[in-house]
């Protein structure tokens, strides 16, 4: 007993001694705060009672500010509040101006579009704010006539809650958006004016527009599609039967926009770079200005803005070298982001895998590549390998437990497409970019990108037909993901102090 308490003295010890560590701490309570409140908090009453308490804490720290132990125990107690505090900030409440205290009646409803229209195969879903009620509403409209981002619209809405299915918490998920009231297929829908949403956003999405269109021009479906899933996400225009051979093949996850997605273009630029003999540290910030391209051009969506962060961590990294300040980096940006809206930890499992994709990418890696530094990496292959294989490993257990499907032929699917994907997405976005300058070159362009997107959707194919690709073993539970994690934070923390040892031995 005596030596678990003299381990947890010297523990703090060390982290109060080293503002690196105090900072990541600090910023994880402030996540480990919105994470409980996002489980414990269905109110808001006491949202101002939590704020001063943080305030308490933060002055209470500063009368032991000598004293490094004490002073870091009650910021992180101050910071987790601040978490929790900023979880409630953003819940509803009971005003009779909120449009969802209408719910279960039929309102004439004046309101502008404020997010791009999300396109459906059958409909057309409209995020709406009202112009005499505060809130937002979550319209489903025919496909035509379309509309498009800041009309504004009168209509006769009939109010619904979401609703909460056998396995899917519908309210949960529109919640994350502030949206807690659904129409569907309003009456009387008329456009009383356009452009009335803000300039940059729709220019954005114009451009976005153009981007998507170019690529229709210059690839045949399903390729445009599945091409629009791996750039920004876009996964609408899939056809059912392909998208059931991804989930059967277990490589749903390389059509959905996270950080992951964003970190292979980032990559692939960076190399790029670098092989034309450009300085590292003028590198870094030619492919940050990449990456602002890169978002604007697919649209700048939430989720793209969020994997464009992730994807910056990752160049820090790299940048830096050091991964101790990278997780720092991730913790900030992390914590940046649930400020703005604190119910991404919980309720947006793009979100989620992005935060763990690139940790597995900062901390993973390392150990790949040592254990596999004697195999030679033509053109960047094995990097590119290794990268895929460690965000892979640090995303299973949370895709186990969303989705619930095991595929028995995912690791045969994964080795034999995986390899292909940065150059996909390279080559795709590239055919995308100068086909919108002159569309000629980037048809030439965009053949390698289509033999390549051909060669893994017949793959697929392939190995979807295998008898007993997949099982369907239900989602794991909450526990699993706990154990699962568990592990590779073992794993991972043994493997340093296993090249630590070494190091050590090696000295002497």
């Not at 509403?137 to 496909?143: A, E, F, G, Q, T």
Request: charged fraction near 20%.
């Amino acid at each position: 007993m005596n030596n678990f308490v003299m381990k947890v003295k010297k523990f703090f010890k060390e982290v109060a001694d080293s503002k690196s560590k105090t900072f990541f701490f600090i910023c994880a309570s402030f996540i480990l705060g919105t994470g409980l409140a996002s489980f414990i908090i269905n109110t808001f009453d006491f949202s101002f009672y939590l704020f001063c308490f943080a305030i308490f804490f933060v002055v209470l720290s500063s009368m032991f500010w000598k004293d490094k132990k004490i002073r870091l125990v009650v910021l992180c107690g101050a910071f987790l509040i601040l978490g929790v505090w900023r979880y409630t900030s953003v819940l509803p409440d009971n005003s009779e101006n909120r449009i969802e205290s209408f719910n279960g009646q039929t309102k004439n409803l004046i309101g502008t579009i404020i997010e791009e229209p999300d396109e459906r195969e059958s409909h057309i879903k409209l995020t709406v704010r009202p112009t005499e009620y505060s809130g937002k509403v979550l319209v489903k409209v025919p496909r035509y006539p379309e509309y498009q981002y800041g009309d504004k619209l009168s209509m006769v809405c009939k109010l619904e809650t979401p609703p909460v299915f056998e396995d899917f918490d519908y309210a949960k998920y529109l919640s994350r958006d502030q949206i807690y009231s659904i129409c569907n297929y309003p009456k009387s829908v008329q456009v009383l004016d356009n452009n009335q949403g803000n300039f940059v956003i729709a220019n954005i999405f114009k451009t976005k527009q153009k981007f998507a269109g170019t690529l229709n021009k210059i690839f045949p479906e399903p390729h445009s599609s599945f091409l629009g899933g791996l750039l920004y996400g876009e996964r609408r225009g899939i056809p059912p039967e392909i998208k059931e051979e991804f989930r059967k093949t277990g490589v749903t996850h390389i059509i959905a926009i996270s950080g992951y997605n964003i970190t292979i273009v980032i990559g692939m630029f960076f190399s790029a770079l670098m092989l034309v003999w450009i300085p590292r540290r003028y590198a870094f910030w030619v492919a940050l200005i990449g990456i602002s391209f890169f978002v604007i051009l697919t649209g700048a969506e939430a989720a793209v803005v969020r994997a464009a962060i992730m994807g910056f961590v990752l160049l820090t990294a790299k940048q830096v070298g050091r991964p101790s300040e990278a997780t720092n980096a991730l913790v900030l940006s992390a914590g940046i982001m649930l400020i703005h809206n604190p119910k991404l930890l919980i309720f947006d499992v793009g979100f989620q895998l992005s935060f763990a994709a690139t940790l597995g990418l900062v901390y993973i890696v390392p150990i790949f590549k040592k254990r596999f530094k004697k195999i030679p990496s033509p053109l960047g292959i094995k990097d590119t390998l290794l990268d895929t294989l460690a965000a892979i490993l640090a995303t299973l257990p949370l895709i186990l437990f969303y989705f619930g499907a095991m595929s028995l032929v995912a690791p045969f699917a994964n080795v034999a497409i995986l390899l292909f994907i940065p150059w996909v997405m390279f080559f795709g976005f590239l055919a995308g970019v100068v086909g919108l300058i002159w569309l000629p070159l980037g048809q030439v362009i965009g053949i390698i990108a289509w033999a390549i997107m051909d060669y893994i959707l017949k793959i697929i194919n392939l190995l979807s037909n295998i008898p007993l690709a997949s099982i369907d073993l239900g989602k794991a539970p909450f526990l699993f993901l706990i154990v699962s994690y568990g592990f590779l934070i073992y794993w991972i923390i043994y493997e340093k102090n296993k090249q630590k040892k070494s190091k050590k031995m090696a000295r002497r």
